[in-house]
């Protein structure tokens, strides 16, 4: 079995090396900076024609205490959006759910909120008699607004102007919605251009079991609450399994005894669920049903016999929606992958002898402290997989966050024969494959063209955002065959 390390990328920009990366970096540095003064300086200005404009022309409302004006707020996966300036008095929140998922908009101080919202409802939260200052929003729907639906709505006394309003947008667009190409096409080309960033930790490092004496596979883990740099720079305090997100990677064979002893360091009572493993209904890890929590402080070993070939997976099933999310899932695997060795399908056949070049998982997440993630890393420290050309990849996705992620390759359809990691009797091809929560698809693939080639969820808001690329994107680094 080969397991990815991480090469050097061959054909990726290295930004640590680079005069000219480096200088890109500042560039972006700067950039980022010179937004951040100009938002300021629009706050500045808002108050300053305020206090000029005694008219109060233009903006949502009239002069007078009483004034009622109407914010419209948007929704989107993971965003909040508009133009959130008010003058003080009512204030209507018009709110639209642009997404495709479920969310609501909570106004943290006031402790009012909208009902849940499907993708393209709208609900309107009348907030009277709103004094100046600033208002939290959030949708309270777990894990969204750690993944970047929180804000603020600026409440001042004067009426905000049509100058003014644009300055409350976070982003490169111009008054009027027109936006500025040189500075949205630098800042998402230089974000792209930072790929591949090295960061500190890595996660699904294959654990070592110890062999008891009547041949028992041991394996010992610890959950604790870490700190993990899940982009340059960007340290979140993660739930992990020894250390790491995601956490180890458990391999046995068909019919070993298999024992996982943990400890639980992290806040919260918790146990381990091994998710499409069949087990003794005790050892299925559901507290309070099948077993006590493991209180904090406390140590409890799994034990069973893993019978049948599975592509698996273990997390926390007491509080999942805090602790998994946060990052307490890895891989787990028995026996051998389910290979359509000698298949054709749609015309190719797969050889009698196959095994793969390199064998990676693909956790995705979305969600907790985490966040849009793959293998517990957002763009640009996703890891590059670095391989020679003619190789053949198995990847096995899980998705372990809160929404379906329709992955996709470039160049190379994946063939698909596993769901779950149960054999398909019907193998396909497919270069987008849609991983909703829980489940986990097999694939192989064969890197036949050189190049570097992304490799991304096809949700565009897991990718990109006007701050830049970022979240669920990595890439094949496929080298070229060199005749010798
Ligand atoms: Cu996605």
Redesign the pocket.
Known sequence: MTVIEKPAAPRAPEPEQSDNSRTLGSLVFFGMTGLLIALVGALLVIGVIGLLDDDGDGGAGGTGAAATSTVDVQLS?FAIAGNLLAEAGNVNLAVTNAGSQQHDLVVEELGTQTRLLNGGDSDTLALDSLGAGSYTLFCSVPGHRESGMETELIVSNEPPTGEAAAGGSHSAHGADGEYDAEAMDAIMVESMLAFPAETEGKGNEILDPEILPDGTKKFVLEASVIDWEVSPGEFVEAWAYNGQVPGPQIIVEVGDKVQVELTNNTPLGTDIHFHGIQTPNDQDGVSPYTQDPIKVGETFTYEFVADEPRIGMYHAHLHSQISVLNGMFAAFRIGERPYPRGETISGITIPEDFEPDVELPMV?N?AGTIG?TLNGKSFPATEPLVINQGDWIAVDYYNE?L?????HQHQFPQLVYAKDGIPLDNPYWADTINVAPGERYSVIFHAEDPGVWVWH???L???EREEGMF??VTALVVQEDEPT
């Open positions: 996966e995705l979305d849009l966050g929404t379906a992620h329709p992955m969820c096809h949700i808001t897991h990718v979240g669920m």
